[in-house]
């Protein structure tokens, strides 16, 4: 017996945009900056280690955008739901790990 989940593509689709302005505010808006650089040592110098982090970060969210843009645009997984799950999951997990590596990488940098 195969039980087959249905879910609206509103739902990861909208998970995607939040994960990706989340993480565009915190690389792009000083969000991380203002959150790992504050205070303690010279600004300057977290600043350019978080700018690394950002970069190995913006990584996999260049993997999730992709993942969500190919779901959306190509014809393939719009004419098949499995596929359009793989690939928005697969999109909505690179985000997922794009905030872990800058988040992580930030409690590092302090």
């Given at each position: 017996?195969?039980?087959?989940?249905r879910f609206s593509p509103v739902i990861p689709t909208i998970a995607s945009f939040l994960l990706a302005a989340l993480w565009?505010?915190?690389?792009?808006?000083?969000w991380g900056a203002q959150a790992f650089c504050a205070g303690g040592e010279a600004a300057s110098l977290c600043s350019q280690r978080l700018s690394t982090v950002s970069a190995v970060s913006g990584l996999f969210a260049v993997l999730a955008a992709c993942c969500t843009v190919a779901a959306w645009l190509f014809p393939w997984p719009r004419h098949?739901?499995?596929?359009f799950a793989r690939l928005m999951g697969a999109g909505?997990?690179?985000w997922v790990v794009a905030e872990?590596?800058?988040?992580?990488?930030?409690?590092?940098?302090r």
């Open positions: 017996m195969r039980v087959q989940l565009a505010l915190s690389v792009f808006a000083g098949d739901p499995q596929a909505v997990l690179a872990g590596v800058l988040f992580l990488g930030g409690l590092l940098v």
